[in-house]
C-alpha cells in the first residue's frame, strides 16, 4: 500500500522522528524522566499516527527496523539530559513475541552509549498475555541487564493482577480511562485509590497517566500516588524543545 512503503522509505530516511513527554514526581512536578514518543509527518500524508503506524509495522513484518531507529534517536537524545532522568521507551506486542528483542534492544543501546540502567521498556498486559514464555525471557534477561519494566495501560487489558503475580515489573502505568475521570466518577477513583495501594504492597513504582487538570494532580498527590505524566504537566515535544524545558526547571 502507498502507506507502507511511504513509512518504509520514511524509516530508510531517517525521517520518523521521536518526541518527549515529562514523567514528573507529583510531590514538586519535577521531571523523571521522559517517554518517547514516535511522531511522523509525511509530505504527502501528513500527520499519521503511532496508532496507526506501529500496528502497520508489527503486521508488515518491519516493526523490528523501526523501532531500532526510533530507539536510537532516543538514546541519542537522552545523552543530552542530566544523567538522572530516565528515558521511557515504548516496546510493542511484536518485540515482546520475538527472542531477538533483547540483543538489538542492548545492542543499541551500546552502539548510542546510553546506560541500561536509564532505560525503562512500557510494555502492556495484552502484549505480555500473547506470547508468556518469550515475553518473561526478554523481561527477565532485560531486567539483569539493568533495564527496567514498566506495565503500560494497567486497567485495561485483561488479567491484569495474574501479570503482576507471574511477572517481575519495576513500574505501573495507570491508563488515563481512570486517571481522567477520578475527580468526576468515584468507582474511577476507588479504582485508582486501590491500585495505588497495592502498587505499594507490592513495592512498584506508579504512575498516573493523562493528568489533563490541576484538580486531577492533586486528588492524585492526596492518594498517595508518586508519579504523573500528562498535558498539565507538559505535552509532548521534540528533543529541542525538552532541552529548553529542561533548562527551565534548574
Ligand atoms: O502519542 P500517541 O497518543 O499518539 O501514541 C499513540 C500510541 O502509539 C500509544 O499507544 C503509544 O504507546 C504508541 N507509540 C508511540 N510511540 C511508540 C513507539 O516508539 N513504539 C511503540 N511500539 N509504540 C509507540
Ligand atoms: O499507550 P500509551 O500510554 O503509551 O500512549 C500514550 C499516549 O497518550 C500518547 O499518544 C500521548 O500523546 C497521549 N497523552 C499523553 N498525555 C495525555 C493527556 O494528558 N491527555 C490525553 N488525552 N492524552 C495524553
Ligand atoms: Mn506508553
Ligand atoms: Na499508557
Request: negative net charge; proline residues 3%.
Given at each position: 500500500?502507498?502507506?507502507?512503503?511511504?513509512?518504509?522509505?520514511?524509516?530508510?530516511?531517517?525521517?520518523?522522528?521521536?518526541?518527549?513527554?515529562?514523567?514528573?514526581?507529583?510531590?514538586?512536578?519535577?521531571?523523571?524522566?521522559?517517554?518517547?514518543?514516535?511522531?511522523?509527518?509525511?509530505?504527502?500524508?501528513?500527520?499519521?499516527?503511532?496508532?496507526?503506524?506501529?500496528?502497520?509495522?508489527?503486521?508488515?513484518?518491519?516493526?523490528?527496523?523501526?523501532?531500532?531507529?526510533?530507539?536510537?534517536?532516543?538514546?541519542?537524545?537522552?545523552?543530552?539530559?542530566?544523567?538522572?532522568?530516565?528515558?521511557?521507551?515504548?516496546?510493542?506486542?511484536?518485540?515482546?513475541?520475538?527472542?531477538?528483542?533483547?540483543?538489538?534492544?542492548?545492542?543499541?543501546?551500546?552502539?548510542?552509549?546510553?546506560?541500561?540502567h536509564r532505560l525503562e521498556l512500557e510494555?502492556?498486559?495484552?502484549?505480555?498475555?500473547?506470547?508468556?514464555?518469550?515475553?518473561?525471557?526478554?523481561?527477565?534477561?532485560?531486567?539483569?541487564?539493568?533495564?527496567?519494566?514498566?506495565?503500560?495501560?494497567?486497567?485495561?487489558?485483561?488479567?491484569?493482577?495474574?501479570?503482576?503475580?507471574?511477572?517481575?515489573?519495576?513500574?505501573?502505568?495507570?491508563?488515563?480511562?481512570?486517571?481522567?475521570?477520578?475527580?468526576?466518577?468515584?468507582?474511577?477513583?476507588?479504582?485508582?485509590?486501590?491500585?495505588?495501594?497495592?502498587?505499594?504492597?507490592?513495592?512498584?513504582?506508579?504512575?498516573?497517566?493523562?493528568?489533563?487538570?490541576?484538580?486531577?494532580?492533586?486528588?492524585?498527590?492526596?492518594?498517595?500516588?508518586?508519579?504523573?505524566?500528562?498535558?498539565?504537566?507538559?505535552?509532548?515535544?521534540?528533543?529541542?524543545?525538552?532541552?529548553?524545558?529542561?533548562?527551565?526547571?534548574?
Amino acid at each position: 500500500t502507498q502507506l507502507e512503503q511511504a513509512l518504509r522509505n520514511a524509516i530508510i530516511n531517517d525521517a520518523v522522528d521521536v518526541h518527549f513527554q515529562p514523567i514528573v514526581r507529583l510531590s514538586d512536578g519535577a521531571p523523571l524522566g521522559f517517554e518517547a514518543l514516535a511522531r511522523w509527518v509525511d509530505a504527502d500524508l501528513g500527520f499519521v499516527s503511532p496508532a496507526v503506524f506501529v500496528p502497520l509495522a508489527e503486521e508488515r513484518g518491519f516493526i523490528d527496523a523501526l523501532s531500532e531507529t526510533l530507539l536510537r534517536k532516543a538514546a541519542e537524545a537522552a545523552l543530552a539530559w542530566p544523567r538522572d532522568l530516565f528515558l521511557s521507551f515504548n516496546l510493542s506486542s511484536a518485540q515482546l513475541m520475538d527472542p531477538g528483542t533483547t540483543e538489538t534492544t542492548l545492542a543499541a543501546l551500546a552502539r548510542v552509549g546510553l546506560d541500561p540502567h536509564r532505560l525503562e521498556l512500557e510494555i502492556t498486559e495484552t502484549a505480555v498475555m500473547t506470547s508468556a514464555d518469550t515475553a518473561h525471557r526478554i523481561v527477565t534477561d532485560l531486567r539483569k541487564a539493568g533495564v527496567r519494566i514498566s506495565l503500560d495501560d494497567f486497567g485495561t487489558g485483561q488479567s491484569s493482577l495474574g501479570r503482576l503475580r507471574d511477572f517481575t515489573f519495576d513500574k505501573v502505568k495507570i491508563d488515563r480511562a481512570f486517571v481522567s475521570r477520578i475527580t468526576s466518577d468515584r468507582a474511577s477513583e476507588h479504582i485508582v485509590k486501590a491500585i495505588i495501594a497495592m502498587c505499594q504492597g507490592l513495592d512498584l513504582d506508579v504512575v498516573a497517566e493523562g493528568i489533563e487538570e490541576k484538580a486531577d494532580a492533586d486528588k492524585l498527590k492526596f492518594l498517595g500516588c508518586g508519579m504523573g505524566q500528562g498535558y498539565y504537566y507538559g505535552r509532548p515535544a521534540d528533543s529541542a524543545a525538552t532541552l529548553r524545558y529542561l533548562q527551565d526547571q534548574y
